[in-house]
């Protein structure tokens, strides 16, 4: 086997990119060799890898789920918003510069599909089987001169496709018919087929639909999947969480102690890496909500101030919503506070900044004996060090650099008195060192909890990707997705009319688009 698949999808949050971890880790457990891939990704959580690349999380949880080491060729460009008009571009994991959306998509992203092609073939002279993750949809025909990531890399490899849709959101059957009817009939003949996400119920009750489908395309549905409740896999964007309230989906599990600890996330603005707090909601008893006003920390143990790819303006947000006062209160009384990367350096003393806000000098939160100053030259690492008589492991991804000027050392940044903070991204994923830390916080919060014993974060994410390779191998044709990515799309395929349209004329400033 030396063949591939793109899995695309008729919406953004679609399933994607568990529907290419499942088919990765159906795969793996079969032998196979295999590699996720994403030409493009936008996302504000992100990883770094063991030779110091930036990719998605969420490819490096594919790589996970394939059980092998992630890499820069999985996801060679990545997008990392910093308005609602510009991101920083990550090439091969490293930053080239900041870019509108009209400069990406006006040229520079048709001069990156040699890079993403080049790591494509490098991936399938490695690997048995290549599954590719498309961005958004494939017909957003707006945006196809220049795709790469969709039917561009699909065209370029000659991979199949199979469309992921969301049947939960409703009007999946109009999604799957659409999606066909508005690709060129070069593009259509790589289409195969459908892949329902999501469905509660009888499925003798959909498979009517799915019939007429079929008749009105020429193409089959591969499989339905059911909905699927706990599986909190990374997901590539955390501005859909951000809103107030959301609640980290976590075991279902009493508390091992008396109490239950609550956890308060403000919900920061380009909020990134808010995966940190997974490790957190898999603890038994331990419940996290992310929150946006000064009234929702009141009842919280620990309040943490998550990563983002605003410090200065997730600042001005805590403030503007009376969270910074609130964290000032906390802090005075002596209750808990962790920072993350960014929310860690908005609770140091000063922040210079002519690099990502260009804001200059800002005063921050005053919480911390600390002075950051934000450099051209980002930071990835992957730290390994010790921190309350434990072993913890980390990952860096930061332009901010920290001066500390006192307290406790602390993962290589702070603590003064119930006050924590680090640039180290998944440090609570150290079993060890996450129940030590809990426990400090309890005593601190004067909560009668208790850590549980033997909670292996590491175990539990390997059992929610076990989960995802069962969705596939239960519900899915998997011998027809093995055809698919042996040998290629059938060749029978028929056109579905209109097919796309004529491409539209360049947008003039006032129409660009958010990449």
Not at 26 to 38: C, D, H, I, M, Q
Not at 145 to 159: L, S, Y
Not at 347 to 360: K, N, P, Q
Not at 471 to 481: P, S, W
């Amino acid at each position: 086997m030396s063949g591939g698949l793109l899995v695309a999808g008729t919406t953004s949050d679609a399933g994607k990119s568990v529907v290419t971890a499942g088919i990765c880790r159906w795969l793996a457990r079969k032998g196979v060799s295999v590699a996720p891939f994403k030409a493009q990704n936008m996302s504000l959580n992100s990883f770094v890898t063991r030779e110091g690349a930036e990719i998605g999380r969420a490819q490096a949880m594919q790589a996970q789920a394939a059980r092998v080491e992630p890499s820069a060729l999985m996801n060679p460009v990545l997008l990392k918003p910093g308005g609602d008009r510009s991101s920083q571009v990550v090439l091969m994991g490293k930053p080239v510069g900041e870019m509108s959306a009209r400069g990406y998509h006006g040229g520079r992203q048709e001069q990156l599909l040699g890079t993403v092609t080049d790591c494509l073939e490098q991936l399938r002279g490695s690997y048995d089987a290549v599954i590719c993750e498309g961005a958004g949809s494939p017909a957003e025909i707006n945006l196809r001169r220049t795709d790469i990531v969709n039917m561009g890399i699909a065209r370029a490899a000659g991979f199949p496709v199979v469309v992921v849709g969301d049947i939960d959101r409703g009007g999946v059957f109009a999604s799957f018919f659409g999606t066909t009817a508005l690709l060129s009939e070069a593009d259509q003949a790589l289409v195969a087929g459908y892949l329902v996400n999501k469905f509660r119920g009888d499925v003798t009750l959909l498979e009517p639909g799915l019939d007429m489908l079929e008749k009105l395309t020429g193409r089959r549905t591969y499989g339905v999947l059911p909905y699927a409740h706990g599986l909190g896999i990374d997901e590539e964007d955390g501005l859909r969480v951000s809103l107030r309230g959301a609640v980290r989906e976590s075991v279902v599990a009493p508390p091992v102690g008396e109490d239950v600890l609550r956890v308060a996330v403000c919900a920061v603005p380009l909020m990134s890496n808010f995966t940190d707090v997974d490790a957190l909601a898999a603890e038994p008893g331990v419940v996290v909500r992310f929150v946006d006003r000064a009234e929702e920390l009141a009842d919280a143990d620990l309040v943490v101030v998550p990563g983002t790819r605003g410090t200065v303006k997730a600042l001005g947000w805590l403030r503007e919503r009376g969270l910074a006062d609130a964290l000032a209160r906390r802090a005075a009384e002596g209750r808990p506070v962790l920072g993350i990367c960014g929310g860690f350096q908005v609770l140091g003393e000063h922040i210079e900044d002519d690099v990502e806000s260009r804001a200059g000098a800002v005063d921050g939160l005053g919480l911390l004996p600390v002075r950051v100053r934000f450099e051209r030259e980002k930071t990835l690492a992957r730290p390994v060090g010790s921190a309350l008589g434990e072993r913890v492991e980390g990952y860096e991804i930061h332009h901010g650099v920290a001066r500390v000027d006192g307290g406790e050392p602390f993962l290589d940044g702070c603590r003064v008195g119930a006050v924590w903070g680090t640039h180290w991204h998944g440090s609570l994923e150290s079993d060890g060192f996450r129940r030590a830390f809990l426990r400090q916080v309890a005593r601190a919060a004067g909560r009668r909890f208790v850590p549980a014993p033997d909670t292996s974060f590491g175990a539990l994410r390997e059992e929610q990707l076990d989960r995802l390779g069962d969705l596939i191998e239960q519900h899915a044709d998997t011998e027809g997705l093995l055809r698919l990515i042996e040998g290629g799309a059938p060749s029978s395929l028929p056109f579905v009319p209109p097919g796309a349209p004529p491409q539209p004329p360049e947008p003039t400033p006032s129409q660009e688009a958010t990449p």
